[in-house]
């Protein structure tokens, strides 16, 4: 079955404490990226990838790294999370010319 | 820098009635794409739309892109209570992958 893995599903962790979202796509997508939503602001980029080894910045990246050494996973990397990071996010896939992007499950992420 | 603003914010319906909402970008879009997500869900990509004035229908949803390429907008007509969930317009920024997402629209219908 296609589809966009994330895991945790949910995390509660304390600021500080160096955590790793991970996110896998079994359909060979060239693109990934990664989302946070917040209530009343919507979905905002936070990295993406167009392809192994290329990525960029979106919307708001601080606070976040991400890599791409392999085309299938794309982690999201909270070096030092804060309170202000608590959101839920989102990993998304699609291939180089095509429309659809299949998002993840989503992770709800709370730092305290 | 660009926007791309979404109103209404919410809607509540009776069954059976229609619902519009609204996209607006500040500059000229490439292509605009709709999402839908449910409650508790994760957003599934409904549509792309790349041409001027194009218009393409899904059953009850009849999307639209302006002639100027700036916005767009989502008609569902005779709601369901299955149309229930935030629906979201988004447009790239550059050539590149970076997306810009509305804040969405929350539908709830009443039955």
Known sequence: EAQVTQNPRYLITVTGKKLTVTCSQNMNHEYMSWYRQDPGLGLRQIYYSMNVEVTDKGDVPEGYKVSRKEKRNFPLILESPSPNQTSLYFCASRSHGADTQYFGPGTRLTVL | ?111
């Not at chain 2, 809607?11 to 609204?22: K, R």
């Not at chain 2, 794409?33 to 194009?54: A, C, D, M, T």
């Not at chain 2, 009849?62 to 005779?78: D, M, R």
């Open chain 2, 1 to 111: 820098g660009q926007q791309v603003m979404q109103i209404p914010q919410y809607q509540h319906v009776q069954e059976g009635e229609d619902f519009t909402t609204y996209c607006n970008s500040s500059t000229t879009l490439s292509n605009i794409q709709w999402y839908k997500q449910r409650p508790g869900g994760h957003p599934v990509f409904l549509i792309q739309l790349v041409k001027s004035g194009e218009v393409k229908k899904q059953k009850r949803l009849t999307f639209q892109f302006g002639e100027a390429k700036k916005n767009s907008s989502l008609h569902i007509t005779a709601t369901q209570t299955t149309d229930v969930g935030t629906y979201f317009c988004a447009g790239p920024r550059n050539q590149g992958g970076k997306l810009i997402f509305g804040q969405g629209t929350e539908l709830s219908v009443k039955p």
